[in-house]
């Protein structure tokens, strides 16, 4: 039973934490296969996590917190489509520098706004995303009623319950987003006509110019979409994961939601099996530090570096071939 | 035809882009209700105005001066090393390997130890995705990033569970021993009556840095090895067709550039802080980035672009430690570097390119 309990529990964090990761996850998912290449995933993520937090910190709203996040990204979403469409850059240094640039920025405003050592106000009430409580779920309603802890009532609840409270129910409602926009994601990918035209766009994008279809509008969209998920990511991150935005607090998540991108090898379902599969290395690390297998200890540190060497190892070809979008990375060039 | 000539490529389009990046810079200062020309004047003062922020300065710049050469190096045979971050922290290890366990009778001969430790390691972390990029085609940018997050995760084990002396409860070696302390600026210019320098980190690596400087200079434009990284850099089939193999030049490249990252270590680590402690790098390795972008990856744009982003950090110290504008300006300001020496590199030249165009055909 106690396993069992620990077991639920390390699933229930595994997705809290595979969230952002998805989010931010899909959003490189629809740039990619767009052709434009995202390292600045974490920058965004990082630059709307503030936002958010200041806004809703501010207004005492989250909802104008998420807003204001999702602005905040999109504007860093614009500038790396100028960059890399409209002037033909270096989609990978426009990305880099983005991520310096968000890095620095939020610490600065921050420290402006607030003066607390490049931090924002905690949120409490109205400024942060309320776990959603589903019907008959176990939950701090039943607590108050019979006047005991939550964790007593889940200790004596059958498997199913604790399932279905601990599990499904109890999450902030960016979370069942995050999970639904994986099967959203594969139809608008591939079910719609929008979606092949995207698809086509970073494999050839001068056969989407001949059929005349506009390469830019359809790349400028494809960031959009991409700056959009990556608000939606940061802002779950200080509104619903932690209270409040601190300094450097995505904290290598960007890259993670990149790494799961390739393990994924582009593929929505499979970005999501990643994100969950890093979610949980995570939440392992998080609960249980040093492991112990039978006298051979695995050091806190080799979970941390677990998901880079997984994508090191993917990205070598050794377990299956990750082959990205053909026209990755490169400038569209109208006429050569 | 060339379409501009070669000194507003090499001068006047990073000229601009800085100013464009100051500018910038400046209007962030003048937002959070700071006045720019006073924070200009702290800066100056604080890095230039004395013997001491210059031994800031220069010990900063000379971190850079490495990352920086080891960025170009890459960029030459069109490789985007992100890794160097994690290069230069496997060089700390190196270093702090050498410096803890071979007892050296003089630092000179230490110094020597260091650099070929450092260089060593260095290039070993860089080895790994150098190998992959050149024989199975896994993107050397998101390998190299990989690889400063395992780089990151390694450190911090040697230095929580095996490199941290018995008792000690702060993750970093024990200190080096006195034989390997490197002179200072202070002991090397100062005489009895006047001392200089005193009290800052810059050493006697800051040398080593523009030997560096010179021989990467000599290894790009005066050797046959040189002249295939550019070739290869310049274009892939011209340079298989000459007969240079890919697969060769990709993992030298990366050697040499690995080595070079990795050899910043004996600045920070053996130069200053005399142990190895975590985050010893500060994120000198991706200003390496904004400093070879600056350079136009020549080794003597670097050495300039080095000394600007040296006087950037010592001069964004002062000012977090004179005014509230905290030290994260820096970083957005080496952002703002990045973007436009690098991604929006084309919004400065085509325009100028266009400016050149006009007033040539008005010539003739």
Redesign the interface.
């Known amino acids: 039973m106690e396993v069992l309990v620990t077991l639920i529990q390390v699933l229930d964090s595994t997705i809290r934490l595979a969230t952002p990761l998805l989010l931010a996850c899909l959003a490189g998912l629809y740039s990619e296969r767009a052709g434009i290449f995202d390292?600045g995933l974490e920058g965004k993520m990082l630059m709307s996590a503030f936002f958010s937090a200041a806004v809703a910190a501010v207004t005492g709203s989250v909802w104008l917190g998420l807003l204001a996040g999702v602005a905040s990204s999109l504007v860093l979403s614009a500038?790396h489509g100028?960059?890399?469409i409209t002037?033909?850059?270096?989609?990978?240094?426009?990305g880099?520098?983005?991520?310096?640039?968000a890095?620095?920025?939020t610490?600065?405003?921050a420290?402006?706004w607030f003066?607390q050592g490049?931090r924002t106000p905690s949120l409490f009430g109205g400024g942060r995303f309320e776990s959603a409580e589903f019907p008959l779920a176990i939950g701090p309603n039943d607590a108050e009623e019979t006047g005991r802890s939550v964790s007593e009532l889940m200790s004596e609840a059958n498997v199913v319950q604790m399932i279905y409270s601990e599990l499904l129910s109890g999450h902030s409602v960016l979370v069942y987003v995050a999970f639904l926009m994986v099967p959203a994601t594969w139809w608008i990918l591939f079910r719609t006509r929008f979606g092949l035209r995207l698809r086509a766009v970073g494999e050839n994008p001068a056969a989407v110019d001949t059929a005349g279809v506009s390469v830019v509008g359809l790349r400028f969209a494809a960031v959009a979409i991409c700056g959009v998920l990556c608000g939606i990511a940061g802002a779950y991150l200080a509104t619903a994961l932690q209270a409040g935005f601190v300094k450097e607090m995505t904290a290598?998540r960007g890259?993670i939601a990149?790494?799961a991108l390739?393990f994924a090898k582009w593929r929505p379902w499979h970005a999501m099996w990643a994100c969950l599969l890093f979610g949980l290395l995570q939440a392992i690390a998080l609960r249980f530090q040093n492991i112990d297998l039978g006298g051979v200890v695995i050091?806190v540190?080799?979970m941390?570096?677990l998901p880079?060497?997984l994508?090191?190892v993917i990205?070598?070809?050794f377990v299956g071939k990750?082959i990205?979008p053909r026209a990755g990375g490169e400038p569209y060039v109208k006429e050569r | 035809m060339e379409k501009m000539p070669k000194w507003a490529d090499v001068v006047l389009i990073p000229l601009i882009s800085l100013l464009l990046a100051a500018i910038l810079s400046a209007l962030v200062i003048l937002a959070i209700g700071e006045n720019p020309i006073e924070a200009v004047n702290l800066m100056v003062t604080g890095s230039l105005g004395s013997t001491y922020g210059w031994g800031y300065t220069l010990y900063y710049a000379t971190n850079f001066m490495f990352t920086g050469l080891a960025v170009a190096v890459a960029f030459h045979a069109r490789l985007f090393n992100i890794g160097g971050e994690g290069q230069a922290m496997l060089g700390g290890l190196g270093v702090a390997i050498v410096c803890l366990y071979i007892p050296w009778p003089h630092w000179s001969i230490a110094l020597l130890g260091a650099c070929v430790a450092s260089a060593l390691f260095g290039a070993a972390w860089a080895a790994i995705p150098a190998y992959l990029q050149a024989k199975r085609g896994s993107h050397i940018v998101i390998t190299t990033i990989m690889f400063n997050f395992i780089a990151a995760a390694f450190l911090n084990y040697m230095l929580v569970n095996v490199m941290r002396p018995q008792g000690s409860q702060d993750p970093a070696t024990a200190r080096f021993p006195e034989a390997v302390h490197l002179p200072t600026f202070q002991s090397m210019f100062s005489s009895a009556e006047n001392i200089v320098f005193r009290g800052a980190p810059a050493n006697i690596s800051f040398f080593v840095a523009i030997l560096a400087c010179i021989v990467v200079w000599a290894l790009i434009w005066r050797t046959r090895l040189g002249y295939e990284i550019r070739a290869y850099g310049h274009s892939e089939t011209g340079a298989v067709y000459a007969g240079i193999s890919p697969v060769r030049i990709t993992i030298i490249a990366m050697l040499i550039s690995g080595a070079l990252a990795g050899m910043m270590a004996i600045n920070n680590v053996m130069g200053e802080a005399e142990r190895l402690v975590l985050n010893s790098t500060e994120g000198a390795g991706f200003i390496g980035i904004a400093v070879a972008l600056m350079g136009r990856s020549h080794p003597f744009g670097v050495f300039l672009a080095a000394l600007l982003f040296g006087f950037l950090y010592q001069g964004g110290a002062e000012l977090a430690l004179w005014t509230s504008i905290p030290r994260e300006l820096i970083v957005v300001i080496q952002a703002l570097v990045i973007l436009f020496t690098g991604a929006l590199d084309n919004m400065v030249r085509i325009p100028l390119e266009k400016l050149f165009l006009t007033l040539r055909t008005r010539a003739d």
């Open positions: 390292i500038l100028v960059a890399s002037f033909r850059g270096n989609q990978l240094i426009s880099v520098a983005i991520n310096f640039l890095s620095g920025m610490v600065l405003v420290q402006s003066q490049g290598g890259f990149l790494a390739i050091p540190q080799v941390d570096a880079y060497i994508t090191v990205l070598a070809g990750a990205p």
